[in-house]
C-alpha cells in the first residue's frame, strides 16, 4: 500500500546511503594505508582512552603505542563521516569506566587529611597534603586531556585543513573538562571544602600559621596550586568557600581592632587593610585564566564589592551593639559615630539600630535608678550623635520618643533643666555647651511651601515625624513639655531660692544671675522672664535702699526687699523676733518709710541669716545662723534655762520640730544642753569636749530658703480647688466631670484642663474622699 | 551671755502704705478698683512694680494704681469722675495720704 510519497522518500534515501558510501570509498581512495571507518574509531577512542597514570608503561602510551600519523588520519577520517558524538561518547564512557582510580587517589589523601584533623601543629602539613592532593588531581586531568595533537591532522592531510573546523579541539577539551569536572565533584567529599578553606585561609595570612616547608626544608611555592584550582574548575565551584574566608577574616580583624576603639573612624583603616591584605590574595586566586584587563577589573569589581559590604555590614553590627556606651562616651567616641554614618549608608540597618538603642535605653537607662541628671545627659547625648549620624532627625526622632515620654513623668525634671540652664553649681557638667550660641527657643514651624532646598522626608520616617531644622539642645529639651510656662514657674522658684541666700554685699553673685537670667530671656522671649527682671531689680533695689538708710542711721540689719507678688510663694512664719532684734526691725522699718514715705516694709523674719557673736564667760563664739536659732539664743541671753513650749511660745508660734532643729544646733556648738526632757540651759562655760565640738566647723545648716516648689504650689492651689470641689457636691449632691470643671472656671486662677481635673478626681476617689457612679461624682459619706 | 549681732540678713516685702492697719488689710492686700489686680503688683500697662507703677489716692478714699486711673480719666465716658463712685475725681498727695493718715480720711466719710 505504498503511496507515492512514501516511495519517493525511500529513493531519496536510498540515494543518500548511495552517496554516503561513494565518499567513504573516496576517504578509502585518499588514504590507502587505512583500513575502514570502523577500524578509524576504535584506534581514536584507543588512543584518547584514560589510562592509569601510576601505571608508567600507559604513561607513555601515547607517544609510543601509537603511530601519530596514524592516529591523526583517524581522527580525521572520524571527523569527516561525521562520527564525532560518537567518539566522544566512547571516549567519556570510557573516562567513567576508568575514573574510579581518580577515587580511589582522592579518598586515599583526603583519608590521612581526615586523620590528621583539623589540630593547629598538624596544619601546615595537612595543607601541604592537600597541595599535593590537587596537584595530583591536576596531573590526572592533564593526563587524560585529549591531545591537543589529535585534533589537528596537519601534515597528511594538508589539503583538508580548511574542511576541519578549527573547533574540534575546543570542542572536544570542552566536553572533556566539563565532564571531568562534574565527576571530580561529585568524587570530593565534603572535607575537601574544609580543606580548600584552610588553604585560602592560609594564603589570606600566612602569618597565622607556621612557615611551611616542603620535606627538603625549602619554603614551598604556593601560588602555583591556584592555577592548578582554576584548571581543575576548582575556583568557580568554591567560590563561596573562598568568600567565606575572606568574609571569616574581615570579621576577626574588625573583632580584633575595633571594639572599644571610637576615637577615629575605622572604616578607612579597615579599607586600607583591605587594600593591602585582601586584595593582593583576591588577585591571586581569581585573575587565573582571565586574560584581559577588563575582565579582571570587573571580576573584581564585584567580588570587591562585596566584600566592602561585608566590611560595612560586620562594622554596622559592631557599632549598633556599642551604640549605648559610644553615646556615653560622646564627645570622644566621634570616630565610631562617623563610621556610623558611612556604614549605615550601605547597609540598611536603621531599623536594627532604632530597635537596639531603644531596647539599651529601657534597660539601661529609663530606670527608677538613674538620676534625672544622667538620663538628661544622655538624651542630650543621643540628641547630639544622632544627628551626626542621620542628619535629618528620623532616627532620633524614633528613639528620642520614649525617653521624653519617660522624662515627662518624672517629677524633677524641669528643676533639673532649669538647674542647668542657669548653671548650677553643684552639678558639674551643663547640658548645654558653653560655645552653643545662644538662640530663641524654636518654635515647631509651619511648613514653608516656597522653599527651594525642600526635600522630601526620608523614607523611613513615620508619620508623625516632622522634619525640623536641627535646633539646639535647650528647644529640645523644652519641648518635652508642651509649654514653656512650667519651666518659667521653675526657674523663678530656682532663682528666688539663690537670690535670697545671697548675701547683701555680694553684687557679683547678684551680676551672676543677672547674666544668667539675660541668657535665658534671649531663649525664652523678654515677657516669660518679666518676672525674673523684678526679681534682680528688687536685689539692686534693696542694696541701693539699704546703703542710703545706712548712710542714715549706720544699723547692722541689711534686708533683701522684695515686691512679693512676683516672687514664689515664700513659706509662712508667726516668728516674732525678740529683744533687740525686734528693736531692730521696727527702726529700720521706720528709716524706710522715712526713705518711701508710701511704701512700709513687712518683715519675713524666718528668712534670711545672723551672723552673731556670743560671748561666753570662758570662749566667743562668731556664727552665722538662721534666725530662729538666733531668736533661740537671744532668749537664752535673758534667763539662763528655757522649756521647749516656753521658747516657742516667746518667739511667736514656730513649728515643734523647728523649734527643736533650731535648739539642737545650739546643743552641737556646746552652748546650750538639755538638762531635762526639753529643758535647755546655756552653758556659761564650756563643758569638757566642748573644745572638740568648737573645733568641727561651725556651720548652722545653710538650708535653701524655703521656697515653695512648684508642685508645692499646685497642691495648694488644688488644695483651694478642692474646697469649690466640696462645696459643689454638698449642695448639689452628683455632678459629672463636665458639670464640675464647668463650674470650677469660674473660680480665680483655674486653669486645669478637664482631664488633669479628672485625675484629680480620682486621686480623690483613690483616697476615699469621692465616689463616682455612672460617671457622676458625690461625696463619699 | 551677750549676744552682739553683727550682720542680719534679713527678708522682707514691702506694701504701698494705704493708711490701713495690718489686720484690715489681710494677706492678700487690696487690688486696684480698675484693673483688679493687686496694689503691690503692677498695672497692666507696667512692666514693674513700686515706685514706677505708684498708686494714686484719691479724695474720696479710692486708691487706684496710677496708670490706670489716669487712663480712665482719659476717656471722654469718664466726666472725670472716680469709677467707683461718680464723685469728681480729686487727687490726693501721697505726701498728704501719708501725713494724714489714709485712715482718717476714711473715718471722716
Known amino acids: ?781 | 551671755m551677750k549676744v552682739t549681732i553683727k550682720n542680719w540678713h534679713a527678708i522682707a516685702y514691702w506694701r504701698w502704705d494705704t493708711g490701713k492697719e495690718d489686720e484690715e488689710d489681710g494677706e492678700e492686700g487690696d487690688v486696684c478698683g480698675i484693673c483688679r489686680v493687686a496694689f503691690e503688683a503692677c498695672c497692666p500697662a507696667c512692666k514693674v512694680p513700686g515706685d514706677d507703677c505708684p498708686l494714686i489716692y484719691g479724695e474720696c478714699t479710692h486708691v487706684f494704681h496710677m496708670h490706670c486711673l489716669l487712663k480712665w480719666i482719659g476717656t471722654a465716658a469718664s466726666n472725670s469722675q472716680c469709677p467707683m463712685d461718680r464723685r469728681t475725681w480729686g487727687k490726693l498727695s501721697p505726701r498728704a495720704a501719708a501725713s494724714y493718715g489714709y485712715c482718717q480720711s476714711l473715718t471722716c466719710l
Not at chain 1, 601509537?66 to 562520527?83: C, E, G, K, L, W
Open chain 1, 1 to 781: 500500500m505504498a503511496t507515492s510519497a512514501l516511495r519517493t522518500q525511500v529513493s531519496v534515501k536510498y540515494a543518500e546511503s548511495l552517496e554516503k558510501l561513494l565518499a567513504a570509498d573516496k576517504e578509502k581512495r585518499l588514504n590507502p594505508g587505512l583500513l575502514n571507518y570502523s577500524q578509524a574509531l576504535t584506534l581514536a577512542s584507543e588512543y584518547l582512552r584514560p589510562y592509569d597514570i601510576k601505571d608508567r608503561a600507559a604513561m607513555m602510551r601515547p607517544r609510543t603505542a601509537f603511530n601519530i600519523n596514524d592516529v591523526r588520519t583517524a581522527f580525521a577520517m572520524v571527523h569527516f563521516s561525521h562520527q564525532l558524538p560518537a567518539l566522544t561518547e566512547i571516549f567519556l564512557e570510557d573516562m567513567r569506566k576508568s575514573f574510579h582510580l581518580i577515587e580511589y587517589e582522592i579518598n586515599a589523601y583526603m583519608t590521612r587529611y581526615e586523620i590528621n584533623g583539623c589540630r593547629r601543629l598538624r596544619e601546615t602539613k595537612n595543607l601541604e597534603l592537600f597541595r599535593m592532593l590537587v596537584s595530583r588531581l591536576h596531573d590526572w586531568f592533564k593526563a587524560w586531556h585529549p591531545p591537543t595533537e589529535c585534533a589537528s591532522p596537519d601534515s597528511p592531510s594538508q589539503t583538508h585543513t580548511d574542511v576541519i573546523p578549527p573547533s574540534l579541539s575546543s570542542f572536544f577539551s570542552g566536553t572533556y573538562t566539563l565532564s571531568f569536572q562534574t565527576r571530580l565533584f561529585a568524587a570530593l567529599p565534603p572535607s575537601f571544602a574544609r580543606g580548600f578553606k584552610a588553604l585560602a585561609s592560609w594564603c589570606l595570612a600566612p602569618e597565622d600559621y607556621p612557615p611551611m616547608v616542603s620535606a627538603s626544608g625549602a619554603p614551598i611555592k604556593i601560588d602555583a596550586v591556584w592555577t592548578e584550582f582554576e584548571k581543575l574548575g576548582l575556583i568557580e565551584r568554591y567560590e563561596s568557600v573562598i568568600s567565606s574566608v575572606a568574609y571569616e577574616h574581615i570579621e576577626r580583624r574588625i573583632e580584633e581592632t575595633c571594639p572599644n576603639n571610637w576615637a577615629v573612624p575605622m572604616l578607612p583603616e579597615i579599607r586600607e587593610w583591605m587594600t593591602q591584605k585582601v586584595v593582593p590574595w583576591m588577585l591571586k586566586i581569581f585573575t587565573h585564566g582571565v586574560t584581559s584587563r577588563h575582565d579582571t577589573q570587573s571580576l573584581l569589581t564585584g567580588i570587591g564589592a562585596r566584600f566592602d559590604f561585608h566590611v560595612n555590614k560586620v562594622l554596622c553590627d559592631l557599632r549598633i551593639k556599642e551604640i549605648f556606651n559610644i553615646i556615653v562616651d560622646y564627645p570622644d567616641s566621634l570616630g565610631a559615630l562617623q563610621d556610623l554614618k558611612e556604614t549605615l549608608q550601605r547597609v540598611d540597618q536603621r531599623g536594627d539600630l532604632v530597635k537596639f538603642l531603644r531596647k539599651e535605653n529601657n534597660k539601661r537607662l529609663l530606670h527608677p535608678g538613674a538620676d534625672t541628671q544622667t538620663i538628661l545627659q544622655q538624651y542630650v547625648s543621643t540628641i547630639k550623635c544622632l544627628r551626626i549620624v542621620d542628619p535629618p532627625g528620623v532616627l532620633l526622632y524614633k528613639v528620642a520618643n520614649p525617653i521624653r515620654q519617660y522624662l515627662r513623668e518624672r517629677p524633677d525634671t524641669i528643676r533639673c533643666i532649669v538647674g542647668s540652664l542657669v548653671g548650677d553649681d553643684e552639678s558639674g557638667d551643663s547640658l548645654v555647651d558653653d560655645d552653643e550660641p545662644i538662640q530663641p527657643l524654636q518654635q515647631p514651624e509651619s511648613e514653608d511651601y516656597g522653599d527651594l532646598e525642600w526635600n522630601p522626608e526620608p523614607i523611613d520616617a513615620g508619620p508623625e515625624f516632622k522634619t525640623n531644622k536641627p535646633s539646639d539642645v535647650i528647644s529640645t529639651l523644652v519641648s518635652i513639655y508642651d509649654s514653656k510656662d512650667l519651666f518659667v514657674k521653675e526657674l523663678q522658684v530656682l532663682l528666688a531660692q539663690r537670690l535670697l541666700a545671697i548675701d547683701d554685699n555680694d553684687t557679683a553673685r547678684v551680676d551672676k544671675e543677672r547674666r544668667n537670667i539675660e541668657i535665658l530671656k534671649i531663649r525664652f522671649g523678654d515677657a516669660a522672664l518679666q518676672v525674673c527682671a523684678v526679681m534682680l531689680k528688687d536685689m539692686t533695689d534693696s542694696k541701693r535702699t539699704d546703703d542710703h538708710i545706712q548712710g542714715q542711721t549706720p544699723s547692722v540689719v541689711h534686708p533683701t526687699v522684695i515686691s512679693h507678688h512676683f516672687w514664689p510663694t515664700l513659706d509662712q512664719s508667726d516668728i516674732v523676733m525678740p529683744g533687740q532684734f525686734q528693736q531692730m526691725q521696727e527702726d529700720y522699718a521706720k528709716q524706710f518709710s522715712v526713705f518711701k514715705p508710701d511704701k512700709k516694709l513687712k518683715w519675713l523674719p524666718h528668712l534670711g541669716t545672723v551672723h552673731l557673736e556670743l560671748e561666753l564667760q570662758d570662749r566667743t563664739l562668731d556664727v552665722d545662723v538662721p534666725p530662729l536659732e538666733a531668736a533661740f539664743i537671744e532668749l537664752f541671753s535673758q534667763k539662763d534655762t528655757w522649756s521647749l513650749e516656753e521658747l516657742i511660745k516667746a518667739v511667736g508660734n514656730v513649728d515643734r520640730s523647728a523649734a527643736v532643729k533650731a535648739l539642737s544646733t545650739w546643743t552641737n556648738m556646746g552652748v546650750i544642753k538639755e538638762q531635762n526632757e526639753n529643758t535647755f540651759v546655756l552653758l556659761e562655760q564650756a563643758e569638757d569636749g566642748a573644745e572638740m565640738r568648737e573645733m568641727a566647723p561651725i556651720q548652722a545648716a545653710p538650708s535653701l530658703p524655703p521656697v515653695q516648689t512648684v508642685q508645692q504650689q499646685e497642691a495648694e492651689q488644688m488644695r483651694v480647688h478642692w474646697k469649690f470641689i466640696e462645696g459643689m457636691l454638698t449642695n448639689l449632691g452628683s455632678l459629672s466631670l463636665d458639670r464640675i470643671q464647668t463650674m470650677l472656671r469660674f473660680s480665680p486662677n483655674y486653669d486645669k484642663t478637664a482631664e488633669q481635673l479628672g485625675y484629680f478626681l480620682e486621686a480623690a476617689r483613690r483616697e476615699g474622699l469621692l465616689v463616682v457612679q455612672n460617671g457622676m461624682w458625690r461625696l463619699n459619706k
